[in-house]
T-cell receptor, first 113, second 116 residues
């Protein structure tokens, strides 16, 4: 079955460390998105990408970086510059046709040690 | 700019009771709208979507939503709630403008608790 795979499910970061969250999709979707979810704040967009080798900042990009070297992969790096990284991170993808909805992975929970 | 408001942070209902979750949007044109559901520790699952046409939209798991342009609302309903419906529900509207790239603005979410 097609879907979006996020790994790992749980991730721990030490102070001053960069960590990378994986997102892979086999839906042949063009667009991919990263969200951060905090209790009571809904979902906030970090980065998004419409095509390979191109991506744009979302609403809260500071302290994060991404790459899009392959259509199916959109990894997110949480850098040491992100001072409050503890959150639930969600990856989504979408077929870039008309009003197609976004489809989501199962998320990665990042915590600080 | 577009916005979505879910006025109820937390709703509690008894199993078998009817349910209505509220969603109000602000959008410059006729929007398309989505409802998603999230179980604890999971991703979001699409419940239903409104694009145009019939204002009453049927979704999965027995949910439906009604688009009311005059009230700028897209409320989610279910006639009889099951314990497995306990989750968080999100309403979403697309970003406005020609370069929206499919981006969505989400409401704050409504947590549904179901009592036996």
């Amino acid at each position: 079955d097609g879907g979006i795979t996020q790994s790992p499910k749980y991730l721990f970061r030490k102070e001053g460390q960069n960590v990378t969250l994986s997102c892979e999709q086999n839906l042949n979707h063009d667009a991919m998105y990263w969200y951060r979810q905090d209790p009571g704040q809904g979902l906030r967009l970090i980065y998004y990408s419409q095509i390979v080798n191109d991506f744009q900042k979302g609403d809260i990009a500071e302290g994060y970086s991404v790459s899009r070297e392959k259509k199916e992969s959109f990894p997110l790096t949480v850098t040491s510059a992100q001072k409050n990284p503890t959150a639930f991170y969600l990856c989504a993808s979408r077929r870039d046709r008309g009003n197609q909805p976004q489809h989501f992975g199962d998320g990665t929970r990042l915590s600080i040690l | 700019a577009q916005s979505v408001t879910q006025p109820d942070i937390h709703i509690t209902v008894s199993e078998g009771a009817s349910l209505e979750l509220r969603c109000n949007y602000s959008y410059g044109a006729t929007p398309y709208l989505f409802w998603y559901v999230q179980s604890p520790g999971q991703g979001l699952q699409l419940l239903l979507k409104y694009f145009s046409g019939d204002t009453l939209v049927q979704g999965i798991k027995g949910f439906e939503a009604e688009f009311k342009r005059s009230q700028s609302s897209f409320n989610l309903r279910k006639p009889s709630v099951h314990w497995s419906d306990a989750a968080e529900y999100f309403c979403a509207v697309p970003h406005a403008g020609g370069t929206s790239y499919g981006k969505l603005t989400f409401g704050q979410g409504t947590i549904l608790t179901v009592h036996p």
